[in-house]
């Protein structure tokens, strides 16, 4: 049992080993090709090979030869720096070479190549000379001094030739001729020729130097693709007018004349490519005037050569931005290719001429990331190639042309061949503040620095170091750049950031904080407003009233003044000075100025019939107070906090109801300034009815009336 293990295992080992070996061993190279080159006096000496090697460093070549027809081996040569076989190591006859590759892991040789050494000379290529006239070349080669060895053969010769726009060749083989002559040349173009020939059974030469020659000059033919090339931005003053060159079948253009129309006004400009004067700048296949195209309604432009001129181009510019379709376009876009495809319109126009796709690089100047295509009604596809730089935008947009040459913008998108993350909005604030909710506000980033097309800007929301809601802002050109967070705790502080997102992922936050305000009790602050103003509003209808009812009823007091009496009608207070009531708020009718009623005094009268009520009633300390009116009156007299001290008068008995007229009642200040230099004594009943007039006995209070 352990044998068999043994063996598998031996087994396994060695078929990894030969793995191993065949990976590591160099790859057998390609036949060597070899000649004997001559010199411009046919010195024909050593041979030159041209082996097929492998690029691995690792591997070491060697050229090997042989004598065909014999077994004996000579010069075998190891040198790989100039692979020549030297004429001292060869003898004239037939060779067998091989080349060998050698590495660590073994060796591979090539396929052998038998060379007859009088058959492998090389001529020199010839020199070609032409005829401008008749569009004619022609050449010098010989094969006298060779006919010895490459045997009694004719030469022949091999032409080529191809446009300067071209990249592949055509060839011609011409036996023994010495030149060759091309029919129906295309007009204006330079063509180039080469030439190699081969003398009997000897090998081909190299091929010549390349030899131009221009056909002759007509006048150019054709119209000039014209556009115009705007800035990314879209404004019109912007714009440069470009064309597309004409081939080189059209001659040399020697100028171009353009024409411009200013409204009522047409500016004419002659440009030379030899002297443009600033005014032109061509490049490769591309041209424009420098000049602007600010209120520029059309133009046309020609080329122009020493045989004629073009038909003029024309070219209504649009008013780019303003008409807009339902004609949407579709971009696929990548580092070497942009494709564009549109909809056919919805409701199609015998009008439509051909449509117009464009494309534009951001921040390139006039003539530079710019070019155009013209499609045919019936085309929804354009194809672009080129090397288009990644996180750069490019601007694609649709136009039409109409058979009157009036062109209409129908829609323009942002591209990116690869899209990367954005830079950070340049500004980023809150706007305003409130105890709940704020607005925020931000700068969009800048389309040079998106590196993307940004699909919505990206909104967090911090409380201390706790993320609370994330919001997701449109990045669209038509809304504006503000966003309001709501249902925010007040006086709380926030962390904001703001991030712009694109296909790639978000870009870099712009942070702001800010701290939300105190919370405003609206309620505790309107209900003493509103209670202030019905108050005065109450007021203010008091006094309406009093003002409406007061000249009929002459006053208008509270119930609780209805002792209070007129005082215009008692004679005894005519032309007497009066002093101000405290209660000054008691509405009169306004033709009546307050009236000053002297203070009256109310003297306490110990009298023996109500002794013993009075006393329980009496004041302690046997002080005064002057009275007025009845308990409020009092009250408010109370209140005023008066200086004075009156002594107060005896108790009178209350003849409330049944009194008397108080038009017939008299008081005097005699009366009054006897009682008090009586001292103030109590008198009887019956005295104090006879010193009293019938205004106080009908008016003023008794004693009682205060007690109670």
């Given at each position: 049992?352990?044998?068999?293990?043994?063996?598998?295992l031996?087994?396994?080992?060695?078929?990894?080993?030969?793995?191993?070996?065949?990976?590591g061993?160099?790859?057998?190279?390609?036949?060597p090709?070899c000649?004997i080159?001559?010199?411009e006096?046919?010195?024909?000496?050593?041979?030159?090979?041209?082996?097929?090697?492998?690029?691995?460093?690792?591997?070491?070549?060697?050229?090997?030869?042989?004598?065909?027809?014999?077994?004996?081996?000579?010069?075998?040569?190891?040198?790989?720096?100039?692979?020549?076989?030297?004429?001292?190591?060869?003898?004239?006859?037939?060779?067998?070479?091989?080349?060998?590759?050698?590495?660590?892991?073994?060796?591979?040789?090539?396929?052998?190549?038998?060379?007859?050494?009088?058959?492998?000379?090389?001529?020199?290529?010839?020199?070609?000379?032409?005829?401008?006239?008749?569009?004619?070349?022609?050449?010098?080669?010989?094969?006298?001094?060779?006919?010895?060895?490459?045997?009694?053969?004719?030469?022949?010769?091999?032409?080529r030739?191809?446009?300067?726009?071209?990249?592949?060749?055509?060839?011609?083989?011409?036996?023994?001729?010495?030149s060759?002559?091309?029919?129906?040349?295309?007009?204006?173009?330079?063509?180039?020729?080469?030439?190699?020939?081969?003398?009997?059974?000897?090998?081909?030469?190299?091929?010549?130097?390349?030899?131009?020659?221009?056909?002759?000059?007509?006048?150019?033919v054709?119209?000039?693709?014209?556009?115009?090339?705007?800035?990314?931005?879209?404004?019109?003053?912007?714009c440069?007018?470009?064309?597309?060159?004409?081939?080189p079948?059209?001659?040399?253009?020697?100028?171009?004349?353009?024409?411009?129309?200013?409204?009522?006004?047409l500016?004419l400009?002659?440009?030379?490519?030899?002297?443009?004067?600033?005014?032109?700048?061509?490049?490769?296949?591309?041209?424009?005037?420098?000049?602007?195209?600010?209120?520029?309604?059309?133009?046309?432009?020609?080329?122009?050569?020493?045989?004629?001129?073009?038909?003029?181009?024309y070219?209504?510019?649009?008013?780019?931005?303003?008409?807009?379709?339902?004609?949407?376009?579709?971009?696929?876009?990548?580092?070497?290719?942009?494709?564009?495809?549109?909809?056919?319109?919805?409701?199609?126009?015998?009008?439509?001429?051909?449509?117009?796709?464009?494309?534009?690089?951001?921040?390139?100047?006039?003539?530079q990331?710019?070019?155009?295509?013209?499609?045919?009604?019936?085309?929804?596809?354009a194809?672009?190639?080129?090397?288009?730089?990644?996180?750069?935008?490019?601007?694609?947009?649709?136009?039409?042309?109409?058979?009157?040459?009036?062109v209409h913008h129908?829609?323009?998108?942002?591209?990116?061949?690869?899209?990367?993350?954005?830079?950070?909005?340049?500004?980023?604030?809150?706007?305003?503040?409130?105890?709940?909710?704020?607005?925020?506000?931000?700068?969009?980033?800048?389309?040079?620095?998106?590196?993307?097309?940004i699909?919505?800007?990206?909104i967090?929301?911090?409380?201390?170091?706790?993320?609370?809601?994330?919001?997701?802002?449109?990045?669209?050109?038509?809304?504006?750049?503000?966003?309001?967070?709501?249902?925010?705790?007040?006086?709380?502080?926030?962390?904001?950031?703001?991030?712009?997102?694109?296909?790639?992922?978000?870009?870099?936050?712009?942070t702001?904080?800010?701290?939300?305000?105190?919370?405003?009790?609206?309620?505790?602050?309107?209900?003493?407003?509103?209670?202030?103003?019905?108050?005065?509003?109450?007021?203010?209808?008091?006094?309406?009233?009093?003002?409406?009812?007061?000249?009929e009823?002459?006053?208008?007091?509270?119930?609780?003044?209805?002792?209070?009496?007129?005082?215009?009608?008692?004679?005894?207070?005519?032309?007497?000075?009066?002093?101000?009531?405290?209660?000054?708020?008691?509405?009169?009718?306004?033709?009546?100025?307050?009236?000053?009623?002297?203070?009256?005094?109310?003297?306490?009268?110990?009298?023996?019939?109500?002794?013993?009520?009075?006393?329980?009633?009496?004041?302690?300390?046997?002080?005064?107070?002057?009275?007025?009116?009845?308990?409020c009156?009092?009250?408010?007299?109370?209140?005023?906090?008066?200086?004075?001290?009156?002594?107060?008068?005896?108790?009178?008995?209350?003849?409330?109801?049944?009194?008397?007229?108080?038009?017939?009642m008299?008081?005097?200040?005699?009366?009054?300034?006897?009682?008090?230099?009586?001292?103030?004594?109590?008198?009887?009943?019956?005295?104090?009815?006879?010193?009293?007039?019938?205004?106080?006995?009908?008016?003023?209070?008794?004693?009682?009336?205060?007690r109670?």
């Amino acid at each position: 049992m352990a044998t068999l293990w043994t063996r598998w295992l031996l087994s396994m080992l060695l078929a990894n080993l030969l793995n191993c070996l065949a990976q590591g061993l160099p790859v057998a190279p390609s036949p060597p090709e070899c000649s004997i080159p001559c010199g411009e006096k046919n010195n024909c000496v050593d041979i030159h090979c041209n082996p097929g090697l492998d690029p691995r460093n690792s591997t070491e070549y060697s050229l090997h030869w042989e004598p065909a027809d014999s077994e004996e081996r000579q010069g075998i040569s190891g040198n790989t720096s100039d692979w020549i076989i030297r004429r001292v190591q060869f003898k004239r006859g037939k060779l067998r070479v091989w080349v060998q590759a050698k590495n660590q892991y073994g060796s591979a040789k090539s396929p052998y190549s038998i060379l007859n050494t009088e058959h492998i000379l090389k001529l020199p290529p010839p020199k070609i000379a032409s005829h401008q006239e008749s569009f004619n070349i022609y050449w010098n080669f010989t094969c006298d001094d060779m006919d010895d060895t490459c045997g009694l053969f004719l030469r022949c010769c091999d032409v080529r030739y191809r446009t300067e726009a071209e990249q592949d060749w055509h060839e011609d083989e011409d036996e023994d001729d010495l030149s060759y002559t091309m029919d129906d040349p295309q007009p204006s173009t330079v063509y180039e020729f080469q030439v190699r020939c081969s003398c009997g059974k000897c090998l081909r030469s190299d091929w010549s130097a390349i030899h131009r020659l221009r056909s002759t000059e007509t006048a150019p033919v054709g119209v000039l693709d014209l556009w115009q090339d705007c800035d990314i931005t879209q404004q019109g003053s912007d714009c440069a007018l470009t064309w597309k060159k004409l081939p080189p079948t059209c001659g040399l253009i020697l100028g171009y004349e353009a024409r411009l129309s200013y409204n009522s006004t047409l500016v004419l400009l002659n440009v030379s490519t030899a002297e443009p004067k600033g005014l032109l700048v061509c490049e490769e296949i591309q041209c424009h005037l420098t000049s602007s195209l600010k209120d520029v309604s059309s133009v046309s432009v020609s080329a122009y050569n020493a045989q004629g001129a073009t038909v003029p181009s024309y070219l209504t510019l649009p008013i780019l931005g303003k008409e807009k379709t339902d004609q949407a376009i579709h971009v696929e876009m990548n580092e070497e290719n942009l494709t564009v495809s549109w909809d056919s319109p919805s409701q199609p126009s015998d009008n439509l001429k051909e449509h117009v796709v464009q494309y534009k690089q951001a921040g390139c100047p006039s003539g530079q990331g710019f070019d155009w295509v013209k499609a045919t009604t019936n085309q929804t596809t354009a194809l672009f190639k080129g090397q288009y730089k990644k996180y750069t935008p490019y601007q694609v947009s649709l136009f039409t042309i109409s058979h009157g040459n009036e062109v209409h913008h129908i829609s323009s998108v942002i591209r990116y061949s690869l899209e990367g993350y954005p830079s950070a909005v340049p500004s980023f604030k809150v706007f305003s503040i409130a105890d709940t909710q704020v607005t925020l506000f931000w700068e969009s980033v800048p389309l040079s620095k998106q590196s993307g097309v940004i699909l919505y800007y990206q909104i967090v929301v911090y409380s201390g170091v706790h993320r609370q809601t994330v919001h997701n802002a449109s990045a669209s050109p038509q809304h504006e750049n503000t966003y309001k967070l709501e249902h925010l705790n007040p006086e709380q502080n926030y962390e904001v950031r703001i991030r712009a997102v694109t296909a790639a992922g978000p870009g870099a936050n712009a942070t702001a904080k800010f701290k939300t305000k105190h919370r405003e009790d609206y309620a505790h602050r309107i209900l003493p407003i509103v209670l202030v103003v019905l108050s005065v509003l109450v007021i203010c209808f008091v006094i309406a009233l009093c003002s409406i009812f007061g000249r009929e009823n002459k006053m208008c007091l509270p119930s609780f003044y209805y002792k209070v009496p007129d005082a215009r009608n008692s004679h005894i207070f005519k032309n007497k000075h009066m002093i101000n009531d405290s209660l000054g708020w008691i509405c009169i009718p306004l033709f009546e100025p307050h009236p000053k009623i002297s203070l009256l005094e109310v003297v306490e009268i110990r009298s023996r019939v109500f002794k013993s009520s009075l006393e329980k009633a009496s004041d302690p300390e046997g002080l005064t107070r002057p009275v007025i009116g009845d308990e409020c009156s009092q009250m408010d007299s109370q209140d005023d906090k008066r200086e004075e001290a009156v002594p107060e008068e005896c108790h009178r008995a209350d003849h409330r109801y049944g009194r008397e007229e108080y038009s017939k009642m008299v008081d005097s200040e005699e009366e009054r300034d006897r009682k008090e230099e009586n001292g103030g004594d109590c008198l009887s009943s019956s005295e104090e009815d006879q010193s009293m007039s019938g205004y106080e006995k009908h008016f003023m209070p008794t004693v009682f009336e205060l007690r109670v």
